[in-house]
Structure formats: C-alpha cells, structure tokens
C-alpha cells in the first residue's frame, strides 16, 4: 500500500534551516505530483510547496517564497523540502502528500499523506 514517512523536523532556532525527507513506497512515486503541507492546531492544513512528478513545475506559499525549496529524487523515491531562514510562525506539523495536481497557478492535494513531522521554530 502507499507509504509516506517524513522526516527531518525539530527544534531550531530563528534563522535556522531544517531538511525533511519524506520517503516514499508502494506507488509509481516518479509519476506523482507531490506536495508539503503544513498544519497548527485550530487551523486548516495549508500547501507549503508542490512540486510535478519531474520536477519541471513548482509552487510554493507567498510566505515561504525564497526561503523553502522542494525537490525530489525520483531514483531514491524521496521528496525533500528545505527550510532556511526559519521563523517562529513556521512551526507547524508538516505532512507530505502524493497523487495531486500541479499546474503554473496551483497546487491541490492528492489522497494520500504521511503521518507528519513537527517542526517548532523558538529562541
């Protein structure tokens, strides 16, 4: 069955930078959109970045634009997300997601998701 696991996240200070993985299993990972998303208690799950399944597309959140970047190495089955210049309001539980749809305007979530990884940016 689809498997994604995250990792990767902790505790860092403001300014700091943090990498998740999310490995994948159990689909065609190459041929799948995949996406961050990220969630705080009380509020919706929001796209953090999106990414086609070859990479040639990408979109990230106005507020992480320039300091986050998605990749992903479709030989590993591996969807990363770096994080630099991390600030407090980053802190969220970050999921990783496969099977949506990417274009140059959006992206929307497909079915699938891991189990998240917590991300806390404090001083």
């Known amino acids: 069955q689809v498997r994604l696991v995250e990792s990767g996240g902790g505790l860092k200070q403001p300014g700091g930078s943090l990498r998740l993985s999310c490995a994948a299993s159990g689909f065609s990972f190459s041929s799948n959109t995949m996406a961050w998303y990220r969630q705080t208690p009380g509020k919706a799950r929001e796209l953090v970045a999106g990414?086609?399944?070859?990479?040639?597309?990408?979109n990230y959140a106005d507020v992480v634009k320039g300091r986050f970047t998605i990749s992903r190495d479709n030989a590993e089955n591996t969807l990363y997300l770096q994080m630099n210049s991390l600030k407090p309001e980053d802190t969220a539980e970050y999921y990783c997601n496969a099977g949506g749809v990417i274009n140059y305007v959006y992206t929307k979530p497909g079915a699938y998701w891991g189990q998240g990884t917590q991300v806390t940016v404090s001083s």
């Open positions: 990414i086609s399944s070859t990479g040639s597309i990408t």
